[in-house]
C-alpha cells in the first residue's frame, strides 16, 4: 500500500516543476506575461487539488441514512438489529 504523503508530495512536486521550470521556456515578445501566466497557473491549479484532496480526507457532512437503510446493512453485514431501539438516532 502506498504512504499516505507520497500522493500530496508527487503532484505538488508536478505542480512545482510547471510553476517553476517551465516558465523558462516561454518565448515571444510577451515573455513575461506569459512566465506570470504560467505560474499563476500552476499555483491556482495546485491549490484548487490541494483543497479538494484536503476535503476528501476529512469530509464535514456524512451520508444521511433512514432508519430502513441502516436496518438492511446491519442485517447484509451480520449485525442484524432486533429492536428499533439498539439504534441511536
Known amino acids: 500500500m502506498v504512504e499516505a504523503y507520497v500522493a500530496p ?4 512536486a508536478i505542480w512545482a516543476f510547471i510553476g517553476i521550470i ?3 521556456f516561454a518565448r515571444g515578445p510577451n515573455r513575461g506575461v506569459t512566465q ?3 505560474m499563476l ?3 491556482t491549479c495546485w491549490l ?5 484532496y ?3 480526507m476529512n469530509p ?3 451520508p444521511k441514512l ?3 437503510e441502516i436496518m438492511i446493512m446491519a442485517r447484509e453485514w451480520g449485525n442484524e438489529i432486533k429492536d428499533t431501539m439498539d439504534v441511536v438516532a
Open 22 to 24: 517551465c516558465p523558462f
Open 60 to 62: 464535514l457532512i456524512g
Open 9 to 12: 508530495v508527487v503532484i505538488t
Open 54 to 56: 484536503l476535503t476528501q
Open 48 to 52: 484548487f487539488w490541494l483543497c479538494c
Open 66 to 68: 433512514s432508519m430502513n
Open 36 to 38: 506570470c501566466c504560467i
Open 41 to 43: 497557473t500552476a499555483v
